[in-house]
């Protein structure tokens, strides 16, 4: 995500920080709130750490010409990738989705800004879930749970390993 060209204007965060305190499978869970928008008056793509309302840096709009009057879809997910090994790491806590919230990597209270900022909960119908077919990695969508905590949520992960040997 810092990748060339991204502009960092806060001093403590950035992208690829650690952070803590972490989620432990079955025990205390730790989340936050983040954000990326385009700004209208620049065209440029701001990454926000919303939780504290910290801009922590932008995406000039000459970098992402195909986004320069907003983006036609959005998505959310995670990504795990083997390199030269071809061991694929651990997404999450290491463990696929089994309905409990606590044991595999979540997002909820999903939104997205229309072109006029307003948020925007995901249709279930307009979604589209991709999942690794090696078997190393799964999804579980719960949409829109009507919970305001939760709104529209979905738990991914797994163990990783040989994944599409």
């Known amino acids: 995500m810092h990748g060339k060209g991204f ?3 806060h ?3 950035h992208p690829g920080n650690l952070l803590g305190p972490v989620s432990t499978y079955g025990g205390k869970q730790y989340d936050m709130q983040i954000m990326i928008f385009q700004e209208v008056p620049t065209g440029n793509w701001w990454l926000m750490l919303s939780t504290h309302r ?3 840096g932008y995406w000039p709009k000459e970098l992402l010409p195909r986004l320069r009057v907003g983006a036609a879809t959005v998505g959310w997910g ?3 990738n083997s390199g030269t090994t071809r061991i694929a790491p651990s997404m999450g806590s290491g463990h696929k989705p089994d309905g ?7 997002f909820r209270d999903l939104h997205y800004l229309t072109k006029n900022l307003a948020p925007q909960v995901p249709s279930n119908k307009d979604t589209l879930e991709c999942v690794d077919p090696s078997g190393c990695f799964a999804l579980k969508n719960d ?3 009507g919970f305001p905590f939760w709104g ?3 738990t991914f992960g797994g163990p990783g390993g040989h994944c599409g040997d």
């Open 100 to 106: 409990h919230y606590n044991h595999a990597a979540y």
């Open 143 to 145: 949409h829109y749970t």
């Open 78 to 80: 995670g990504f795990s």
């Open 11 to 13: 001093q403590k965060f």
């Open 54 to 56: 910290y801009l922590i």
């Open 7 to 9: 502009v960092q204007v």
């Open 152 to 154: 529209y949520t979905f």
